[in-house]
Every structure is written in structure tokens, then in C-alpha cells.
């Protein structure tokens, strides 16, 4: 199984700052990387596929970049309504993994 | 709009059953390959099983195989997910979710008591 590595697992952040978040993959999975944000109580919403393609809809302070094992999602300009958990997931096999997640918290 | 509506969660005991449904609408079920996602409570997010459009190819996660079983019937546009032999370990709540996983339902909450 391929297990993906996020990093932070958590982070404290103000309202403007940059945040980078980054996914290792335990081996190559080519550019078949998402990226959601999940607010509590919500289902996740899909950002970002196919590592660094954003989604229809999704604002373009978000993006996401990297390929092979080495993946980060980056935002360029928080907001209140950032304040999420972040998780990557691929999809170069099954079974998809996820990983562990980083939440982003008001500083 | 693009809904899936999960049902079929509640509380059972260790060692039951259960079966969750996911009804979908508002886009073309019969072409649409599924999965199923749970997350834990506090926990992360884990994805549980496939089934291709037509239903002839399905995946597991090694954590289920064997005991739970995806299936669907693509006239009454529904997703399903039996749940046999559960444990403590399966207290989540499950989310079915178009593929490409742009569009999931609201989730239901399955709590296995021991």
C-alpha cells in the first residue's frame, strides 16, 4: 500500500499569512494527487486532482504542485474561512490512501 | 445539482449487520464509477471500497474485505454497502462519493457498541 506522509499535523497561522503543506508518497505516484479541505462536521470538498489542476470553482489562492513523491498544497493568502484540516490522497493505486491530515488553526 | 443522500446508519452491536444506501441524483448514475469513505470520529479520513459503473469490478480496503460488500443498482440509482461482522473499529461515518470524488453525500453515522 502506498502511505502518504503529511507535514505539519497541525499548524497556527493569521489571517494573510502564506501556508504550505506538504504530502510525501511512500513511492512514485506520478501526478495522481488530490487534495481536500474538511470543516468539522462537513464532508470533504475536493481542491485540488491530478496534483496541481484546481478544481471548478475553487479560488486561486489555492494551489498545489509536485510530482513522483514530493507534493505540497500552498495558500497564498489566508482566510477566516481556511481555518480547516487539509488531506492529500492518491489515486496511482488501490487501495486509495489518505494522509493523516494537517489542521490549520487561527494563530 | 449533483445529491447523494446516505441512509441505513444508526447503532448495532458488535458482530452485527447493517446496510447503508446512497441515493444519487442529478447526474448519470449508470455511467458513474463510486466509493465509499469513512472517517472515525476525530479521526482521518479512510476510503473503504469501488465499484465501477456497471457493477462488474469492485476494490476493498484490507481493513473490510471480506466483510463488507458495495454493490448497486444503477435503475434505482443507488449505491449500497453491507456491513457483516462488524466491530468497534467500523464506528465511523461513511460517505459515498461520485468518482473523481468532487461530489459526496452528507454522510452517515454507523456506531457498533461492543
Known amino acids: 500500500d502506498i502511505q502518504l506522509t503529511q507535514s505539519p499535523s497541525s499548524l497556527s497561522a493569521s489571517v494573510g499569512d502564506r501556508v504550505t503543506i506538504t504530502c510525501r508518497a511512500s513511492?512514485?505516484?506520478?501526478?495522481?494527487l488530490a487534495w481536500f479541505q474538511q470543516k468539522p462536521g462537513k464532508a470533504p470538498k475536493s481542491l485540488i486532482y491530478?496534483?496541481?489542476n484546481l478544481q471548478s470553482g475553487v479560488p486561486s489562492k489555492f494551489s498545489g504542485s509536485g510530482s513522483g513523491t514530493d507534493f505540497t498544497l500552498t495558500i497564498s493568502s489566508l482566510q477566516p474561512e481556511d481555518f480547516a484540516t487539509y488531506y492529500c490522497?492518491?489515486?496511482?493505486?488501490?487501495?486509495?490512501?489518505f494522509g493523516g491530515g494537517t489542521k490549520v488553526e487561527i494563530k | 445539482e449533483v445529491q447523494l443522500l446516505e441512509s441505513g446508519g444508526g447503532l448495532v452491536q458488535s458482530g452485527g449487520s447493517l446496510r447503508l444506501s446512497c441515493a444519487a441524483s442529478?447526474?448519470?448514475?449508470?455511467?458513474?464509477?463510486m466509493d465509499w469513505i469513512r472517517q472515525a470520529p476525530g479521526k482521518g479520513l479512510e476510503w473503504v471500497s469501488f465499484?465501477?459503473?456497471?457493477?462488474?469490478?469492485?476494490y476493498y480496503a484490507d481493513s473490510v474485505k471480506g466483510r463488507f460488500t458495495i454493490s448497486r443498482d444503477n435503475p434505482k440509482k443507488t449505491l449500497y454497502l453491507q456491513m457483516n461482522s462488524l466491530t468497534a473499529e467500523d464506528t465511523a461515518v461513511y460517505y459515498c462519493?461520485?468518482?473523481?470524488?468532487?461530489?459526496w453525500g452528507q454522510g452517515t453515522l454507523v456506531t457498533v457498541s461492543s
Open positions: 462519493a461520485r468518482g473523481g470524488w468532487v461530489d
Open positions: 442529478g447526474f448519470t448514475f449508470s455511467t458513474s464509477n
Open positions: 465499484i465501477t459503473s456497471s457493477g462488474e469490478s469492485t
Open positions: 513511492q512514485d505516484i506520478n501526478t495522481y
Open positions: 491530478g496534483a496541481s
Open positions: 490522497q492518491q489515486y496511482n493505486s488501490y487501495p486509495r490512501t
